[in-house]
């Protein structure tokens, strides 16, 4: 026998040895069809079905148990086996690396078979882009790319069909469409610890658990030091983060703009939100009944966060243990109950002073924190600043202490510059504040230390002319100091010292005083540009001036007459423009209808409402409306009175009820604190800054935000005054000056002859 026929017959031999393996194992097979399974699965030629019977030689449970180092031939039966419906009785080859059955483990590896996948990811090979060893993904024109490049590279990105981020690609579905890895379904597959079909979410050890079933891994947090479940593993040298420590990616929030922790919401494009503007489920509250996004859970059921506010804030007893707490439960006839008559560690007592209410941190009640942080403040070395004990006094009183913790923490507020001068251990007076930048910080944490008493009080109006003008100085060109000097201080302030003695320098008279010395220093200025001395000049060189700048043709009239009655110029005249009498008044319905929406509109604020009528009624200014007093009103008997000048003047019952209401309902926190008895009336329209009103300009804006008219109602209300009592009763009444009264009055009479002469003539 030679060699061919000798190996003829062994392959004879090896064939029926796989067909009687095939038949052994799945009996109802018979051996034509195991040999037609054999030659589809490839492994009936020579080479194939030598290299598959030696393996079974050494491995004879191949088909159950097949080996990681087999034949490719091997793997090829056992697929063709479960095509044709024998799977049950053979189990397929898993990759050596990643375990999953089912893969094209073609690729021998160290380990075993490998699938595709896992040889890529376990490879290394030069990257074409960067030139190191890495793991490829991806091949393009220049080379093959590494994972890193791939990931890093934005041509590498594309525009996610679902949630419209530009991301690298995760999976590309037989419509074409392409997901990112968010936007991907998961593989579903039994749960090894639910037993549920389910995505998943991890492969442990033990099989693939579903998200549900996941639990971090538990270790040391590099954060707070505690051994908890981890939830962002260590990376680029930062710690491990367990789930309290970790607040989630951060990036600017796309609907309140901070830089905070949040994340890509999906159904909103993938735009990032941070954690207090992304959407939440709409449930019903159980504290209004309302269908609103869920703040918290508590016995009674969701709460919204406005019910989480108004419950925290507004305590009230118990029906169970009477003690009065934050009501979080509901017994059975609807009565409220606190946290541990729920059987719940919800509880909001303060573990400083036992106060149930708010909490703001570490278990401390807003008063308790505003207390301990004002006290430090205010402390030199250890112990209260006697000067700041008022201060101190009002600001832990105060109606909101959350208020005064964020002026408090408020980086630009006044309280660092109060810190500074309590550590200069020196007396804090008016001086040390004027020798600090004068704006609104300075300003609110003067108008403060006034409404406490600590700072005594001062002409504030004429002091701040004071100070503008000394900074304005020294920016002053030493020839143009010379003559601005004596003009502002015996020309302007002296003026202005007179009036504030009077008490009726208003901020409207300092802007205007402003006005002049500015308007002075423009035009010495011009003079200098055009190489012109003050005395040298003539009338046509000021008219020059007035023609390019109209606008000022008042403002220069004080700095004229001042330097024309020191000599410092001459045969100079300023013509005086004459005003025209008003012109704009209101006919008698509107008139009627806005005095009536006034006082029966509830949907315009209070401050606007009282000052429409006061307008329309009395004449009254708005400087000087702004200006009054809650002791300017008083009742006698069934009547009420308002103080405008010197008199009092009878109110209607309306009015009076609204200024009674505005009288209970000041918004005093605006300034945080109430200002103490002893420090004054209090204005009727406090302003934003402590011991200050309104300012006239907002008084301006909120009448014209709602749509009240001032100049033609005050003029109507001129007219109708005019006519129906003397000038001189007037000028009592409203404030105002005789002549000007007077003048209402010939305006008056003037227009009813003129009407008179205009109906004799048509007649």
């Known amino acids: ?89 053979v189990t397929q080859l898993a990759c050596a690396i990643c375990g999953i059955p089912g893969r094209d483990v073609s690729r021998p590896m160290p380990q075993g078979r490998c699938c595709t996948y896992c040889v890529h990811r376990t490879t290394l090979r030069q990257c074409a882009r960067c030139g190191l060893d890495g793991l490829i993904v991806k091949k393009a024109e220049e080379g093959s790319i590494c994972r890193h490049r791939y990931d890093q590279d934005d041509r590498s990105k594309v525009e ?86 970790y607040r ?27 954690m207090s503007c992304g959407p939440r489920p709409l449930r019903e509250c159980g504290g209004c009944g309302e269908h609103r996004t869920v703040h918290a859970l508590w016995p009674l059921g969701p709460i919204c966060s406005p019910c989480y506010r108004r419950h925290r804030r507004d305590t009230a007893p118990c029906s169970r243990c009477q003690q009065p707490q934050v009501l979080v439960g509901r017994a059975d006839d609807g009565a409220g109950l606190c946290g541990p008559c729920c059987d719940t560690d919800i509880t909001f007592a303060c573990n400083r002073c036992g106060t149930a209410g708010d909490i703001y941190t570490d278990g401390a009640c807003g008063r308790c924190i505003a207390n301990e942080r004002v006290r430090d403040l205010l402390s030199q070395d250890g112990s209260l600043t006697p000067q700041l004990q008022p201060l101190a ?61 600590v700072l005594p009080a001062r002409p504030e ?121 008003p012109s704009q008044f209101m006919g008698e319905h509107e008139y009627q209808a806005q005095l009536k929406r006034c006082l029966n509109d509830e949907t315009i604020p209070l401050e606007v409402r009282i000052t429409g009528v006061l307008v329309g009624l009395y004449a009254l200014t708005i400087p000087r409306a702004a200006e009054l007093t809650c002791d300017r009103f008083h009742r006698d008997g069934d009547s009420s009175y308002l103080t405008i000048n010197r008199n009092p003047v009878l109110l209607p019952p309306k009015l009076a009820r609204l200024i009674e209401q505005q009288i209970e309902a000041r918004p005093v926190s605006r300034f945080m604190l109430k200002p103490p ?23 301006h804006g909120l009448l014209r935000q709602h749509d009240v008219s001032v100049i033609t109602a005050r003029n109507t209300a001129m007219l109708e005054a005019v006519a129906d009592m003397p000038p001189i009763v007037i000028s009592d009444l409203f404030g105002i000056h005789p002549s000007t009264a007077h003048g209402w009055a010939r305006l008056a009479q003037n227009s009813w002859t003129d009407y008179l002469a205009a109906l004799q003539k048509t007649q």
């Not at 097979?29 to 399974?37: G, H, N, R, Y």
């Not at 492994?43 to 180092?69: I, K, M, N, Q, Y």
């Not at 998961?186 to 639990?215: L, S």
């Open 1 to 89: 026998m030679n060699y061919k026929q000798r190996a003829r017959l062994e392959l004879a031999d090896a064939r029926a040895r796989l067909v009687d393996r095939i038949c052994e194992r799945i009996s109802a097979l018979a051996a034509q069809s195991a040999e037609d399974i054999l030659q589809r699965a490839k492994v009936w030629g020579p080479a194939a079905a030598r290299e598959l019977d030696r393996h079974f030689a050494e491995h004879p449970d191949a088909l159950t148990a097949p080996s990681p180092h087999c034949p490719y031939g091997l793997v090829r039966l056992l697929r063709q086996l479960d095509a044709d419906g024998h799977g049950d009785a």
């Open 160 to 245: 996610c069909d679902d949630c419209g981020r530009l991301r690298l690609p995760n999976l590309r579905t037989p419509e074409g469409r392409v997901l990112c890895q968010a936007c991907a379904p998961r593989p579903e597959r039994p749960c090894v610890r639910c037993q549920a079909v389910r995505p998943v979410h991890a492969n442990t050890e033990d099989g693939p658990v579903c998200k549900n079933c996941y639990e971090p891994p538990a270790r040391l947090c590099g954060r707070c030091g505690r051994v908890r479940p981890i939830v962002l593993r260590a990376h680029d040298g930062k710690t491990d983060l367990c789930s309290g420590c």
């Open 248 to 274: 989630g990616p951060v990036g600017d929030c796309v609907v309140c703009g901070r830089h905070r922790p949040g994340r890509h919401v999906i159904e909103r494009a993938g735009a990032f939100h941070c």
């Open 393 to 453: 006094d009002a600001l832990i009183a105060a109606d909101h202490p959350i208020s005064v913790i964020n002026w408090l923490r408020r980086p630009n507020s006044g309280a660092r510059i109060l810190a500074e001068l309590v550590d200069q251990n020196t007396t804090i007076t008016h001086a040390s504040l004027d020798a600090l930048p004068q704006d609104g910080t300075t300003r609110y944490l003067r108008g403060l230390l006034l409404a406490t008493g």
């Open 461 to 581: 109006n004429l002091a701040r002319l004071e100070a503008w003008f000394h900074q304005t100085l020294q920016h002053l060109p030493p020839h143009q100091a010379r003559i601005i000097r004596p003009f502002a201080e015996w020309g302007v302030i002296r003026d202005a010292r007179r009036r504030s003695a009077r008490g009726r320098y208003t901020i409207g008279a300092a802007g205007t005083d402003r006005a002049d010395i500015r308007a002075a220093i423009k035009f010495l200025t011009w003079l200098d540009d055009h190489q012109l001395e003050l005395d040298t000049i003539d009338q046509a060189v000021l008219d020059l001036w007035l023609t390019t700048r109209p606008t000022l043709h008042r403002q220069i009239g004080a700095f004229i007459r001042w330097a024309t009655a020191r000599r410092l110029i001459s045969g100079i005249t300023l013509a005086t423009r004459k005003f025209a009498p």
């Open 677 to 699: 008895q002893t420090s004054g009336p209090t204005y009727l329209f406090p302003g934003h800054f402590p011991g200050r009103p309104i300012s006239t300009s907002h008084l």
